[in-house]
């Protein structure tokens, strides 16, 4: 019995396999190509764990997909590796369109060959389940209902076309070869590990630093905010019950504007970390928008909840306190994956959004 986890050293994928690891004795093997969002010391805790193997490398490498097949015989796949970021995909869509479609089919194609082998039991049992968002969905009116299951696909940004891709890849695989897939569509995760390019940590870090906190637009583009924790577990339900081929969307029934989230995470800074030089909301500032920005998401949940009994363990106001309160507590992890390359793609974001 192994997990082979793909982008296990991205955030929600080293908070899954932390958490896998505190409540499972079954080993995981990780294989992440560590690139800028990749963090070997998301996983420091698991440097001397027997149950934890990490392997450096490309999803989009076959050879090297085929051959850790062979070696752990995993008895699932749980597949997070992804260019992840919306803005990324603006000014550069190339690597999205490689690594979550084609990598996506390389992994797919892989397991196809490995799983096709595999003994009566053993093939029944396997699983590859898909990690995805609700950005797949497109984007909602103030008055639409949230995002359920048989939303047809809309998606508006490179980043989320490119995950739409990789979802029908993974539907069509188990159409047409009968793959035990499963896929789940999330919504915003918050929480430890967060690499600081996206909202919620950009804005703890550059509060800390005393740098501007940018809102794009008029910030009141709302997102459905889950902890990772909670999609971890998600992850794990529909791993353990979900029926084969099914999509299961998880959120966390929490719906917030953006300039919400920049004052709330404020206010928290003010209590636990006040700054002489006055409120951090001081520090707001609007920027140019986004292009082709997704007003809203909103996740309907009821189907994981139905089915599995999932559902979020954390409220907004409690995974917030804990995820400012991990940034306040790890100046180390964020001083380090600020480097020369987070630096410079920081400057070239925010230097052209400043030109609004
Ligand atoms: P992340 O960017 O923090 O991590 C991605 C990881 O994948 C990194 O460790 C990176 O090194 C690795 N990776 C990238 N390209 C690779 C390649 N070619 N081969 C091997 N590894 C590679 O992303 P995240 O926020 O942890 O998201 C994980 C997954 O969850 C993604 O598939 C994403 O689409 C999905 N998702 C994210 C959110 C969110 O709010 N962050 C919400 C819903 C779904
Ligand atoms: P982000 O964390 O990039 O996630 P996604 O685009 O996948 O939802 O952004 C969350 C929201 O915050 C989104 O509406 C864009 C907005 N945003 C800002 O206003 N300023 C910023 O500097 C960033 C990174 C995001």
């Not at 159409?175 to 919620?200: A, D, M, Q, R």
Request: with cysteine; aromatic share 10%; hydrophobic share 35%.
């Amino acid at each position: 019995m192994t997990l082979l986890v793909t982008g296990g050293a991205g955030f929600i994928g080293s908070n899954f396999v932390l958490d896998w690891l505190k409540q499972s004795e079954e080993p995981v093997v990780t294989l992440d190509a560590l690139t800028y969002a990749g963090n070997l010391e998301n996983l420091q805790a698991l440097h001397d764990d027997g149950r934890h193997t990490f392997v450096q490398g490309d999803i989009c490498d076959r050879a090297l997909v085929d051959r850790l097949l062979a070696e752990h015989r995993p008895r699932a796949l749980v597949h997070f590796a992804a260019e992840s970021h919306v803005d990324r995909s603006i000014s550069g869509p190339g690597a999205f369109m490689r690594t979550n479609i084609e990598g996506t089919y390389t992994l797919l194609e892989a397991t196809r060959a490995y799983w096709s082998a595999l003994d009566d039991d053993a093939k029944r049992e396997f699983r590859f389940h898909h990690v995805s968002t609700d950005e797949v969905y497109g984007t909602l009116r103030a008055d639409d209902p949230p995002f359920a299951e048989t939303n047809s696909y809309e998606p508006n940004s490179p980043y989320s076309a490119s995950k739409a891709a990789s979802d029908h890849l993974v539907r069509a695989w188990h159409h047409t070869y009968g793959l035990p897939v499963l896929t789940t569509n999330c919504s915003n995760n918050y929480g430890p590990y967060h690499f600081p390019e996206k909202l919620i940590p950009l804005m703890i870090v550059n509060a800390l630093a005393g740098k501007p906190l940018p809102v794009y637009g008029d910030g009141q583009q709302i997102r459905d905010w889950l902890f990772v924790s909670d999609h971890c577990a998600g992850i794990r339900a529909v791993l353990a019950g979900g029926r084969l081929g099914e999509t299961y969307n998880i959120g966390g029934w929490n719906e917030k504007a953006n300039i919400d989230i920049v004052k709330t995470v404020c206010a928290l800074l003010d209590e636990l970390r006040p700054d002489p030089a006055g409120p951090y909301s001081r520090l707001i500032t609007y920027v140019k928008d986004r292009p082709g920005h997704d007003r809203r998401y909103a996740i309907d949940a009821r189907k994981i909840e139905r089915e599995l009994g999932w559902r979020p363990a954390e409220t907004f106001e409690t995974g917030i306190r804990k995820t400012v309160q991990w940034y306040l507590a790890n100046p180390d992890w964020v001083a380090r994956v600020q480097s020369g390359a987070y630096r410079e793609w920081v400057q070239q974001q925010y230097d052209q959004a400043a030109q609004s």
